[in-house]
């Protein structure tokens, strides 16, 4: 895997330094969040730690949570020296050496419980609520240097409890929270193609196809379009182009 510059910014906001314990990412659709999450989760997995790496992947459902755990074992079977390693069952990844384990859970309060993990990993937080994040907070706080790395795109309305972690991050008066966010300038008009590589450094880093964005650009309503194209927190403009 070949890591971008924009992924070695996300990497050293979850991992650089020991006193942040939560980071959240916010980024349009379509940038590798998937494959970046897989890889930061067998990085934890691996960690030569004193004690046994636990590592959660947590969203809204086993499907999408699957998907950066299929990631996971398709890296490890690509690569011989993680193969001789790390075990890939259907259901979660081991590691025999050293006790270590990744596991997806659902992001519901009571499928939290009961587990302390050393790096959690939450997927789509503009779906949790308050309950679900202090679970998931709460779970990793009960291990030493443990971390919670949540990446998704905005959520459609500032009603959700995501942007009160995004303007938690703003302001900028904890030590221990990490806010990444990569978007579209707010006053941006929609056909501004620069504004759209702002928001998805994937595109620069030849990951992503700006012609995806031109080709719904018509045809998707402009506060989904700015929420999951370019970033922002546009509170659900339904109306059409």
């Not at 999450?37 to 699957?66: C, H, M, Q, W």
């Not at 905005?154 to 959700?160: K, L, N």
Request: charged share 25%.
């Amino acid at each position: 895997m070949k890591v971008h510059p924009f992924q070695r910014r996300i990497i050293r906001a979850a991992l650089g330094e020991a006193k942040v314990r939560a980071t959240v990412v916010s980024i349009a659709r379509g940038n590798g969040k998937s494959q970046l999450a897989a890889a930061i989760a067998l990085f934890a997995l691996l960690d030569p730690r004193d004690d046994p790496p636990e590592v959660l992947i947590v969203s809204s459902n086993e499907a999408t949570a699957g998907i950066i755990r299929d990631n996971c074992r398709r890296m490890v079977e690509a690569n011989p020296e993680l193969s001789a390693r790390v075990i890939a069952y259907k259901d979660r990844l081991v590691v025999p050496g050293s006790g270590g384990v990744l596991r997806t859970l659902p992001s519901s309060e009571s499928a939290l419980h009961g587990h302390a993990p050393t790096m959690l990993i939450l997927d789509e937080l503009w779906l949790v609520d308050e309950r679900v994040w202090s679970a998931c907070v709460t779970s990793a706080g009960k291990r030493p240097n443990s971390k919670v790395l949540a990446i998704s795109t905005p959520a459609a309305s500032r009603e959700a409890f995501m942007w009160r972690l995004v303007q938690h991050g703003r302001a900028g008066v904890d030590p221990t929270f990490r806010l990444l966010e990569f978007a579209a300038d707010d006053d941006c008009a929609l056909d501004d193609e620069r504004q759209w590589r702002k928001a998805n450094p994937a595109s620069a880093a030849g990951v992503l196809d700006i012609d995806g964005s031109r080709s719904v650009r018509h045809t998707t309503p402009p506060g989904r379009f700015r929420q999951l194209r370019l970033g922002q927190w546009a509170d659900g403009d339904g109306t059409w182009v």
